[in-house]
């Protein structure tokens, strides 16, 4: 395998963290190979007693479903094991189901087929796997209000009418519509997540860097009309994976249309990020802005945020690049050393994940930081596929 640590970080990387990138690949490879035998088409999302359940089984739409395919493509592509490839191909399969359904799909379908299909076709051309991305770049579409400029988040429950609804998760599905514009060329799909960026830019990120959560529109018109704590601690607090999202998603933004205005905010947001975790161990807490206690640490927030450092660092100039390199680095073996469990025995590999600030599960491990953690090693080490 070409490491090549150097080339990725733009200036020599030193020999300690070369090391240290080079040691945890050999145990993720050991890790993963042992967790595909294990796992196979099974879709993970948190185990129980070390133990991956399939959630499949329970609710073939749950948003995180498309991130163990994900896994499963970075492994094929880094390593050439086909194992990876055939248990991949077969959950991909498994979501036609959720697909053709639909009643349960939302905005997350990116999330879902990105790192399924999408994945897929890129890496062998399955024509079926284009298809599949299509599909669900049309219901991601079919979800824009053209009132507000935003595309909507969630589905009703019974009394609740999310209509008028928008969240910062929906930057990191958006890659899904510029995927499709590009592979159809038919611009709709790009002017979607354009005008929807532009109403994130405008009415979600703080000037300081940070976010919230939830917007709630006016559907009928776009007017602001609240915006709720979400999965942080209250309104107008700093949800830590709320952050990753907007640092990933504006810089993913960039990446699709070279407008100099989402690179601006994606650094803004990752010196908020950085300057807060600096407190903490380069660990983050589950919001920034909560009370001092309980302590409670969301490390997907960090794999996810170190991805998105990695993401700046490729679209800004040598003298600024080492920053964003230095950053995700810390986060990634801050988070190795506590948190990351290489017992191949057991499924799991980043503990200390938090679904939410209030209820929830926390501090244990969650399919979607094992992806992020994957992403950003093998991005270092120049294996990783752009599955965005």
Request: glycine share 10%; with cysteine; hydrophobic share 40%.
């Amino acid at each position: 395998m070409n490491t090549n640590v150097e080339k990725q970080a733009g200036k020599p990387i030193n020999s300690e963290d070369r090391m240290w990138l080079e040691s945890t690949w050999d145990k993720l490879q050991t890790k993963m190979s042992a967790e595909c035998a294990r796992i196979g088409a099974n879709i993970p999302y948190i185990p129980v007693n070390g133990r991956y359940e399939d959630l499949g089984e329970k609710d073939i739409y749950w948003w995180t479903n498309g991130f163990w395919p994900g896994m499963l493509w970075q492994m094929y592509q880094a390593t050439g094991d086909g194992a990876y490839r055939t248990a991949a191909e077969q959950v991909e399969e498994r979501l036609d189901t959720a697909l053709h359904g639909f009643d349960g799909l939302h905005h997350d379908v990116g999330f879902m087929w990105l790192h399924s299909a999408v994945a897929d076709y890129r890496l062998t051309g399955n024509p079926r796997s284009r298809t599949r991305g299509l599909h669900a770049a049309n219901i991601l579409a079919g979800r824009y209000n053209p009132a507000g400029q935003f595309l909507r988040a969630w589905n009703d429950d019974p009394g609740h009418n999310r209509s008028g609804w928008m969240i910062i998760d929906c930057l990191m599905n958006i890659p899904l519509l510029y995927w499709a514009s590009d592979e159809t060329q038919d611009p709709r799909y790009r002017d979607i997540a354009i005008l929807h960026t532009d109403t994130v830019l405008r009415t979600t990120l703080r000037g300081d860097g940070s976010s919230n959560h939830i917007m709630i529109f006016d559907p009928a018109d776009g007017s602001v009309l609240e915006n709720p704590g979400g999965q942080g601690f209250e309104s107008g607090s700093s949800w830590s994976r709320g952050q990753a999202w907007a640092l990933y998603g504006m810089a993913l933004s960039h990446r699709h249309t070279g407008n100099q205005d989402y690179l601006d905010a994606a650094k803004r947001i990752a010196h908020y990020f950085i300057a807060n975790v600096a407190s903490t161990g380069d660990l983050p807490l589950a919001d920034f802005r909560a009370p001092a206690e309980p302590v409670v640490y969301d490390t997907t927030a960090a794999m996810c945020a170190a991805c998105g450092l990695l993401e700046i660092a490729e679209a800004v100039p040598d003298h600024e690049r080492n920053m964003y390199i230095k950053a995700a680095l810390r986060m990634l073996r801050a988070t190795e050393a506590k948190f990351v469990n290489w017992n191949p025995q057991e499924d799991g590999i980043v503990g200390g994940g938090s679904v939410a600030y209030h209820g929830g599960e926390h501090e244990i491990p969650i399919i979607y930081g094992d992806y992020f953690f994957i992403e950003a090693v093998l991005r270092f080490l120049n294996q990783d596929k752009h599955l965005w």
